[in-house]
């Protein structure tokens, strides 16, 4: 019983660390379509989805926190995001962005090392080899 209560310590422990090196944080933007929306982020997984309210919602979850720098702005023409990693415990942090922007909304994402999940897609995406910067062009249904 004492192994068993010794274990319930040690999960607790663990569960308590890791609560406090991951922070969760959601931006809102209110925003007049059309606007352009701009993601730099290192290591990170991007997931973006459009609706069609007139807001960019953002969900960071950093781990562990204190291993990034986050900057947020917002203008007439749109909404801006920067996470970096920190230069010595950057190298084991990790991050995930849930995304949702209006629909008509340019999105412009500059990722290092990073995933991305586009969600509600309709069209055709054309990704070129990767030797450089990527571009994507979706067009819509039937207009090749």
């Known amino acids: 019983m004492q192994r068993l209560n010794t274990l319930w310590q040690v999960v607790n422990a663990a569960s308590s660390v890791r609560e406090i090196t991951q922070r969760s944080k959601t931006f809102h933007f209110a925003v007049r379509e059309p606007i352009t929306f701009y993601l730099r982020a290192?290591?990170?997984i991007v997931q973006v989805v459009r609706w069609a309210k007139p807001l960019v919602e953002v969900q960071t979850r950093l781990q562990?926190?204190?291993g990034w720098r986050i900057a947020?702005?917002?203008?007439?023409?749109?909404?801006?995001?920067a996470a970096k990693r920190r230069v010595v415990?950057?190298?084991?942090?990790?991050?995930?962005?849930?995304?949702?922007?209006?629909?008509?909304?340019?999105l412009v994402l500059r990722l290092d090392g990073g995933s991305?999940?586009?969600?509600?897609l309709t069209g055709t995406l054309h990704i070129p080899p990767a030797s450089g910067d990527i571009n994507i062009?979706?067009?819509a249904n039937g207009s090749d």
């Not at 991305?116 to 509600?120: A, Q, T």
Request: net charge negative; no cysteine; hydrophobic share 45%.
């Open 64 to 66: 562990p926190a204190f």
């Open 42 to 44: 290192e290591n990170a």
């Open 116 to 120: 991305l999940l586009l969600d509600n």
């Open 72 to 81: 947020a702005d917002q203008d007439d023409a749109g909404v801006y995001i």
């Open 89 to 106: 415990v950057g190298g084991i942090s990790t991050a995930r962005f849930h995304v949702a922007v209006p629909h008509p909304t340019y």
């Open 137 to 139: 062009s979706l067009l």
